[in-house]
């Protein structure tokens, strides 16, 4: 049997559980342990199930969206899974705060300013940036004080946050 033959016939199993008392349950006393195959050929990531609750012939209940991780790629410490744009600090601030967000890859990354009317009053990065944690200083001499919103643009993302200066 190859190792594709046992993944599909671990997946097609069916476990029947008997019937359950409300509020406990039998998946602890499952005596049969699900396992794949490492030789599968091609990645796996991750395994859909369905799940069903029945009882004397009756379905209470029946999922098939459950997801299971049984692998993971091999990530680089200090690179981060997903974009975020993280709230600047010191909030509030006078007269310059930073602004720290992290890429997952390589991108090209725009930061704008706005005032609380919508209007651009500074571009604080334009460039494009390796993955990582990065950070800007907004230096906000010249402007009034008040509510601005900061921005982080790039191909996939788009996030915003709000920040008050007082003077």
Not at 8 to 24: C, D, K, R
Not at 71 to 94: C, D, H, T, V
Not at 143 to 159: D, K, N
Request: overall charge neutral; charged content about 15%; glycine content about 6%.
């Amino acid at each position: 049997m190859t190792s594709l033959d046992t993944f599909a016939t671990v997946i097609s199993n069916n476990f029947e559980f008997g019937n359950i008392t409300a509020g406990l349950s039998k998946l602890s006393t499952l005596s049969r342990q699900i396992k794949f195959s490492q030789n599968f050929p091609g990645p796996i990531d991750t395994v859909r199930f369905a799940v069903e609750i029945s009882s004397n012939g009756y379905v209470f209940w029946r999922d098939s969206t459950f997801k299971v991780v049984v692998g993971m790629e091999y990530e680089q410490p200090g690179i981060p899974l997903a974009y975020a744009l993280n709230q600047n600090y010191p909030n509030p601030f006078n007269p310059s705060t930073t602004i720290s967000f992290c890429i997952p890859f390589r991108d090209k990354v725009e930061i704008y300013v706005f005032d609380c009317l919508g209007r651009k009053v500074r571009t604080l990065l334009d460039d494009e940036l390796p993955a990582g944690q990065h950070q800007v200083i907004f230096n906000a001499t010249g402007l009034a004080s008040g509510i601005y919103f900061y921005q982080l643009r790039s191909a996939g993302f788009c996030s915003s946050q709000k920040c008050l200066l007082v003077k």
